[in-house]
């Protein structure tokens, strides 16, 4: 099982969170929902789609084309960078902080 110290829940279905031969998919998935979990109260984020694995490819979406518009040092809009740095900053938090298995 996985257990957030943070939140002090169980992240996961547990009859999913107990095996260990997780596909993929499932995999993706269950990083999906943790990520959802953290930043669907941003309301920007929240109107980006209506379900978790379409808002997570939207915001992955944009932090790919911001990034490559500044690696090819096109001009990004204030806007756009100030989302990069907000979501960036949360995504990083999220994976520091993830859920560790329990022993």
Known sequence: MYYHPERD????DPATCEREDLSAIETIEAILDIVDVELIKDKEYALMAKDPADRG?????RIYCMINSKCRGSQVFKKSESLLNKFIQQL???FKNSPKPLE
């Open 9 to 12: 829940k169980y992240m996961s």
């Open 57 to 61: 490819e939207r915001l992955l979406g």
């Open 92 to 94: 990083i938090k999220i």
